[in-house]
């Protein structure tokens, strides 16, 4: 059975000739239509490179990148991303940076200026069900960073991709906040069915969070690892205290830790 997103054999190297670096060999990656999973693995293993390629901003040099049973050739318009920084522009409003993807993206690209009305709505519901109602108007400056965050999800969802990247999108936030976003990710997720790539160094964010967690081996990267996750969903944030969540975490942990010793 082919997935939504599908890496087949897929490998890729930066740089000329005798200075290439090998950045992914032999990777394989099947994930199905609305399927939350997430991507660990040692730094410099690939990670990014993976997301680059799913999304079309490069291609492999062998192999073959599919999303929704198309052969990806260059940039995917059915995803949304999300990243670390949330790049917000200063001189936007919080609403103005979220509508943002729907002066790029088409359809929406034509539709703006006529349907302007129904589209800042739909920003104002996204904004309310991350607790950002009211925050419209605000300047990026205003925002909190996990405020900020919390619009940066809202403006990779805007335009209603069917594929939500994140890469180490809570990475740079506080312990606290970083677990209210992962209920925020959890309950939106669950509301709207997209299929999420979640890159993160975090073991626990990965478990929380996703349906599946693949694990890379060091640099030239591949999978080694496919692991359920089969807590049952919604998900409280208590789990994340229970033995048999940690015994995964420390599970994955230690397949890292050989990947790295095997580097």
């Known amino acids: ?59 492999p040099q062998e192999g073959t990148v599919e999303v929704a049973h198309q052969e990806v050739s260059g940039p995917v318009s059915i995803a949304g991303m999300a990243f670390q920084n949330p790049s917000m522009l200063p001189w936007r409003s919080t609403i103005s940076n979220v509508m943002l993807p729907l002066e790029i993206v088409q359809p929406h690209r034509a539709n703006l200026r006529r349907e302007k009305v129904a589209y800042t709505a739909k920003a104002e519901e996204l904004l309310k069900l991350v607790g950002l109602g009211g925050f419209g108007e605000k300047y990026p400056w205003q925002l909190s960073g996990g405020m900020q965050q919390r619009a940066n999800l809202c403006r990779a969802l805007i335009h209603d991709p069917a ?31 997209f299929t999420v790539i979640l890159v993160t160094h975090d073991l626990r964010e990965a478990v929380y969070l996703a349906d599946t967690v ?43 830790a050989e990947a790295r010793v095997a580097a």
Not at 246 to 252: E, R, W
Request: charged share 25%; aromatic share 8%; glycine share 8%.
């Open 1 to 59: 059975m082919t997935g939504f997103v599908d890496l087949r054999n897929v490998r890729l190297s930066y740089g000329q000739a005798d200075d290439a670096t090998l950045a992914l060999d032999g990777l394989d990656m099947s994930i199905q239509e609305g399927e939350f999973a997430a991507v660990v693995g040692p730094s410099g293993c690939g990670k990014s490179t993976l997301m680059k390629l799913a999304t079309g901003l490069i291609n």
């Open 163 to 193: 594929l939500l990247m994140l890469d180490e999108p809570f990475g740079a936030l506080d312990a606290f906040t970083r677990e209210e976003l992962w209920q925020v990710m959890r309950d939106l997720h669950a509301e709207k069915n």
């Open 214 to 256: 693949f694990v890379m081996s060091a640099r030239p990267g591949k999978i080694i690892e496919r692991r359920e996750v089969s807590f049952a969903r919604p998900r409280s944030i208590d789990l994340i205290y229970e033995a048999e969540f940690n015994d995964i975490v420390h599970d994955l942990r230690a397949l890292i």
